[in-house]
Every structure is written in C-alpha cells, then in structure tokens.
C-alpha cells in the first residue's frame, strides 16, 4: 500500500473489468473543485477513455510512480450524487456486473460519449406592482391579455414557461404585450419544483374509500422510506391515486420518478399526465433523440422539472430533490433488462427508495408473485383497490372448448357468433393472437420439408404482406419461396397461424366492418400506433386484433368482446415463470374490455377446458391463482422462495463449452459453494441460435446471502479463467427468463 499525502482518484471506465482505476490529481486544476461524481477523461493504454470518479482515497495499492495524472475533468460539478454512487455501486456488487458498465447505464448516450451539455435556465414571469394593482377594468379592451393577467394574479408566485404552455399554448405574444405594458417581468430564478403554487391545471376527481386510503397511506409516508403494492384491477383509478399522490409531492417541492413498461404503447398516460400538472414533465424512452433524453436528465438532475416519466433506463436519473419513486405495471417483463447489465428496475427502485428515504409505490393489475410475497413478509403494504372506478363494470370470463370443433383460421363457429353479436350492437371486438406474421411455418405438402432458420434451431415465420420469410429469433429475412426447394414439385403449405392470416380471414368473413391490426410489424412508422389507437377510440374500428401490444395500458371504452384465440400455446412451458406469465397476460388483456359503463366480455378458446390454470382464474381470480401458484413454488423450493443466478454460456463452435464447464466445475469445488445447488450445465431448450451454441449453469440457494457470497468468490475467479476465453458467458442474477 503506497501512501504519500497525495489524494488517490478511484475512476470507473466503461469496460468489463471489475474494478476501479487509479489516477493522480490533473496538473493543472484546483483540487476542492473534484468531486465523485464527475466525469474525467484520462489516459488509458495507448489512447485516453472518459471515465467516471467515483471515490477520492487516501492510498492505492500500486506504486505510484506507475500512476498517471486525469488528463480533464469533464464537468465543473457531480453529475451524480452521492447516493446515487452509492446505489450504483451496490448494483454492480449485486449483480456482478463491472463498475463501469454499471454507471455509464446511469447516463444518457450523449453526456456518456464526454458531451458537456448546458441547459438553459427556465425562464420566469411574475407581476411587477403595477401589475398586482391593475384591476379588470383597466384591460377591459384586450380581453386576451386580462385573462393572462388573472392567471398570474391568482397564483401567488412566478410561472415557468412550461406552466404557461401548460396553460395557454398561444401564451408568448400575450406575455409580451403584459411585459411591454411594464405589468409582468421576465425573471430568470426559480426552479418550478421548488414552488408550491399553481400546481396543478386540471382539478382532481374525488376519489372513492379505497383510492382514499391508498393515497393517505402514502402520503403518511412521504419523507420516509415504504414500499406500497398498489393491487388494483384494471380500471379500478390507480392511475388517479399515482395522480393524486404526485400533488402532495409537489406541494413540498420535491420531485416525482414515474417508471412504466413502455411509454410509446400508452401515450394516454402522457397525456393525463400533462392535463393535470402544470409543472414541467420530462420523457425518458427509447423513442427520443441522445438530445432530448439527455436534456430531460439534466432537467431532472439539476430540479429544473418535476416528473420524470420513463422507461427503465431512466431509473438512475439524478434527482435533485427526490419525493417519490412510482412504478406502474409492476409486473411486467420489461422492468428486467435482458442484456448487459441485467438488472431490475423494480428490485433496483426498491433499493433506490432506501437510500433516498423515500416511498415507493407499485402498481399492478397483476402483481408479481416476488411483490405478493413481499406483502406476506410484511415487506411491502398492500393497498387494494378491489372495484373498477366510476361507473365501469368487470368484465365476465368464459372457456370456448374448441375440441373437435370446426374452426376457420383459428376462429371457432361460437367465437364468431359472439363476434357478429357484438358487432351488431355497434360495439368493438378485441381478438388476442400472441405471434405475428402469417404463419409459424412452411411445409412441403409434398415431401414434407419445413424452412428453418440457417443461424438458428427455429422455423421460419410467412411473412405474407411483406412477401418473405424470416426468423423471429435472429432477425435474418429470405424471399418467400414458391416451389419446395427440395422435392421441387410439392406445395408448400403454411402452417399454423399468425396475426395476418386471421386479418385476412376476417376481411373476408366480416367484409362490412373495419379492422385493424396491431404488432410490431404493422406499427413500425412514428406516429403510427398512435393514429391507430385514434381511430379505434374514435368508433371507426370495429374489430382490433393484435399481439400483446395490445396487453399494456390501453383504454378500449367501447370494446365489449375480448378474444384469447390461442390460450393452450402458453399452457406447457418448461420455465417456472410461464403460469404466472400467462395469468397475468390473460388478466390484462381482459381488463380492455368493457371499461365504460358497459359490461364485457373475454372468451378463451381452449382445449384444455380443464386446466386449474384457466378454471381458477374464471372461477376465482388473479388473487387465488396467485395464493395457489405461491403455493406451488414453496413446495418446489423455487423463486420467490429460494434465489437463482443464472451462468449463459455461447461459443462459435458445439464443443468449446464442453473444455469451459470442465474447468468451470473444478473451480467449483474449489471454492466455498455454501449450499448452492448447482443445476447442470444443460443445453439451452433452443441451442443454436443466431449462429450461437448456447448453454446454461443454474445457481440456486434459499438464502440470498448464501448465494451472494458464493457469487463473491466465483466471478472473480471466472472473469480470469483461461478456458473461458474461448466462450461468452453471462451471468443474470434473479432472472426471470431461465430460456
Ligand atoms: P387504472 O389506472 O387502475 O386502470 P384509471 O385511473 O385509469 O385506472 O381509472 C379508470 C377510469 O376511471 C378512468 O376513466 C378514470 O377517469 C376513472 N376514475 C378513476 N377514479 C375515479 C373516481 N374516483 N371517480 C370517478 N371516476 C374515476
Ligand atoms: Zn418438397
Ligand atoms: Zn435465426
């Protein structure tokens, strides 16, 4: 250990290395003004890297004269806080993941490519005393400008630009005029969350006994840390409780963090969002530029806006005052990243929550059964909304056995009467179909040959409308073929069903109604899905089919006949998760319909009438299937009862893992396995894929604890294996895809 009196700068770069590097103070540059959190640029190897600071040490541990000076320090101030170092270090720890990879996650593309971003100041008016003694008589002549004049009168202090876009959209000429008249000033200072006024530009609705016991015992809550399970049907208002909750946050001046599955597929909570509050809300999604989602992470990190709405990623953003950390759709999938850093957003937000001392809230239709447990570990606080808001009623379950029935294109003969029957009363259908294209596969009818994917252990899918034929898996696209290339005189027949051979079944069989479809592939272009959830909320759809887009968020108020046209397919995984998957999916998309004032209805197509899956949710709802499904996995000693780590394994070549899992077991047992099972190594249910050979190692402990320590001691170790060298591995701790 070299110790000298000069400060030591530990720096996190971007690479997958497990540890910090050590760097002298720049030659140039007061000392006091670095601070962690900074981003500097140094030299590295031949060249030079950005990295982030992170800690300020005593000593190092390599010799000194080996260590190089920070060549720049990149902002004048930390980009990120103290305890959201904190946080980001613990992450890597826990997900054994490399610092660096794990902060630059916590920046925008463009402030981690060294970009010095300075965002302007927002601009404030506020009434000069001339304005405040003006009386409606004076400006009795331009009611435009009275009527900007009362806005600033009624409220106590000054308003930001985006409060009065808020406002009034065609507010500037009207300001000016106010400014030239001496009535209104321009004033460069406050930050609109740190005011208390004027708050909001659309009044609350009054909620109902439960939004109200919801909402207080939040409120109760905030300025300490809780983690609230808001567990309401779709449609029973917990969008209106999030709503209601926000205001009190604001009215203390602090700071609002909004995660949702995905903003681009419900772009109507955007809009309830900006309706209500007239205070500066910023978007953070995959959708927007470098520019725009950066200047949305400075807004929020330097108290500039006072919500943040966005996707997982946005879960690191600074926050300069924070209040309160919302996640909607609790559930979801998305919350877990799948790649890199394979962290949850949800489990992370939790942890963020503690840190910060701030409430936590997640909201579900569908809780997880890791949330659920976490209630019954008085954990988390459950706040139930168990009825449907306003006047709209819960929708009725059904099971069409569809065994030995005639069907066209996937549509029983009972299904289509229930359609014509609704159809007849003006109202929408919505049919649920989990997989896009026109079919899963194309077989010779002659010789029996099926086309697959090259790079993958998979079919390839029709694609009609775009007149190929491609792989779901690796993306890979070739010419729809018209002759069997094999026995070159069979026909090729398409096979099963996708999302576009029933849209052209139904063109056919409903040739007076409208439909549309809704998937990935028919909602590419910007702006597209939005027109489309226009005109189905405008009546001029009739019939909505589509994939599980369809699933998240949307608000369908006319829709009264919900399909599931294929429910065995997700019956018999052989992952864990998929019966809770199911559920919930078949949960959701029910809770589209019927959610005005008219019943609906949600039809199943199954011949599996008799599974305790499908019969316990009809008969009693996500609730019970929940308590029954927990039930199972503490049986099974398996999530949320034990915890898992998951070691991927891929190589160029079938046998690399082989010599790679060899060496990987001896280094097991020479390590400290502290009751881990260690589950395999076992191929990969899809081995191949993209050109990949792919295996897996399952690490399991009923203590998490346990798991980690074993952890501890195993990566460092694997990170310097020789013979992993040869493979790609990755390792995802709690992972919700075991495939
Ligand atoms: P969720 O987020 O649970 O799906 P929402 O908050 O979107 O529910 O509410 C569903 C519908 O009920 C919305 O149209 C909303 O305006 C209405 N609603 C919610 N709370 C109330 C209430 N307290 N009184 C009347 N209508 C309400
Ligand atoms: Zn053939
Ligand atoms: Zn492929």
Redesign the pocket.
């Known amino acids: 250990m070299q110790q000298c009196g000069k400060p030591i700068f530990k720096v996190a770069i971007s690479i997958p290395v497990y540890r910090l590097f050590d760097y002298l103070a720049p030659d140039d540059g007061a000392l006091e003004a670095i601070k962690p959190g900074v981003r500097v640029e140094v030299p590295f190897g031949n060249g030079k890297k950005m990295g982030y600071l992170l800690e300020i040490a005593p000593h190092s541990e390599f010799d000194l004269v080996k260590l190089k000076p920070i060549i720049r320090v990149i902002d004048s101030y930390p980009l990120l806080f103290d305890k959201d170092l904190r946080l980001l270090q613990w992450a890597a720890r826990y997900y054994h993941h490399p610092i660096g990879v794990v902060i630059s996650t916590a920046f925008p593309a463009a402030l981690r490519q060294g970009k010095v971003m300075l965002i302007k100041p927002q601009k404030c008016y506020a009434l000069t005393d001339l304005g405040r003694a003006t009386t409606s008589q004076q400006l009795q002549r331009s009611p435009k400008q009275l009527r900007a004049l009362e806005k600033f009168q009624s409220s106590s202090v000054s308003l930001t630009e985006a409060e009065l876009t808020a406002w009034e959209e065609g507010w500037r000429p009207v300001v000016k005029q106010l400014i030239k008249k001496q009535l209104i000033q321009l004033s460069l200072t406050e930050t609109s969350i740190t005011k208390a006024a004027g708050l909001l530009s659309k009044s609350a609705?009054?909620?109902?006994i439960q939004?109200q016991a919801a909402i207080d015992a939040v409120c109760g809550s905030l300025g300490q840390f809780g983690v609230f399970l808001l567990d309401?049907v779709?449609?029973?208002?917990?969008?209106?409780v999030y709503l209601q909750i926000i205001l009190k946050v604001l009215e203390r001046g602090q700071q609002i963090l909004v995660l949702v599955p995905e903003i681009t597929l419900t772009p109507q909570l955007e809009d309830r969002f900006r309706q209500r509050f007239a205070v500066d809300i910023v978007l953070s999604h995959s959708k927007l530029t470098d520019k725009q989602r950066a200047v949305a992470w400075l807004k929020m990190q330097q108290g500039q806006a006072s919500i943040l709405l966005g996707t997982r990623s946005a879960l690191f953003t600074p926050l300069e005052n924070p209040g309160l950390i919302i996640l909607d759709e609790e559930h979801d999938a998305s919350f877990k990243q799948q790649e890199g850093f394979r962290f949850s957003a949800r489990d992370i937000a939790v942890v963020r929550g503690q840190l910060l001392n701030i409430p936590v809230l997640l909201g579900s239709a569908t809780p997880s059964l890791e949330s659920l447990h976490n209630v019954n570990k008085r954990r988390y606080q459950l706040l139930a909304l168990p009825d449907r808001?306003?006047k709209?009623i819960e929708p009725t379950l059904h099971l069409i056995d569809i065994r030995n029935k005639r069907m066209q294109e996937g549509l029983s003969a009972a299904l289509l009467e229930e359609m014509h029957k609704t159809l007849a009363k003006q109202e929408q259908v919505l049919l649920f179909l989990n997989r896009r294209g026109f079919a899963p596969t194309l077989i010779c009818h002659g010789c029996g040959w099926v086309a697959r994917c090259h790079r993958c252990d998979a079919n390839l899918v029709i694609h009609v409308d775009e007149n190929c034929l491609r792989c779901h898996h690796c993306a890979k696209e070739q010419p729809l073929l018209r002759r069997c290339p094999e026995c070159k005189v069979g026909e090729l027949t398409p096979l099963g069903l996708g999302t576009e051979r029933v849209e052209k079944v139904l063109a056919k069989l409903f040739p007076n109604k409208v439909a549309v479809r809704l998937d990935r592939d028919s909602t590419q272009g910007k702006g597209v899905l939005e027109d489309y959830l226009l005109q189905i909320n405008n009546g001029e759809v009739d019939i909505i089919l589509g994939t599980q887009m369809l699933a998240k968020g949307h608000h369908f108020p006319n829709v009264t006949l919900v399909a599931i046209l294929d429910v065995d397919s997700g019956l018999f995984s052989i992952d864990f998760h998929a019966a809770e998957k199911l559920a919930q999916m078949i949960v959701q998309v029910s809770g589209r319909a019927g959610r005005a004032e008219k019943r609906g209805k949600v039809i199943m197509q199954t011949r599996q009438p008799e599974h305790p899956l499908l019969t316990t949710l009809i008969q009693q709802g996500y609730q019970h299937f929940a308590i029954s499904a927990l039930a199972e996995r503490q049986q099974a000693s398996l999530p949320p009862f034990s915890y898992q780590a998951l070691l991927r394994v891929q190589a160029t070549e079938v046998d690399m893992p082989s010599i790679f899992f060899q060496a990987l077991t001896d280094l097991i047992k020479t390590l400290n396995v502290r009751h881990t099972q260690v589950l395999g190594p076992v191929s990969a249910p899809m081995v191949r894929r993209a050109g990949l050979y792919r295996y897996q190692l399952l690490f399991q402990n009923n203590q998490r604890k346990e798991l980690q320590h074993f952890l501890d001691e195993l990566v460092p170790k694997l990170a310097v294996l020789k013979q992993a060298k040869k493979v790609h591995w990755t390792l995802d701790v709690d992972p919700v895809d075991l495939y």
């Not at 609705?205 to 109902?208: E, G, H, P, R, Y």
């Not at 779709?234 to 209106?240: H, N, V």
């Open positions: 609705l009054s909620a109902n939004q309401g779709t449609g029973s208002g917990k969008t209106e808001a306003g709209a």
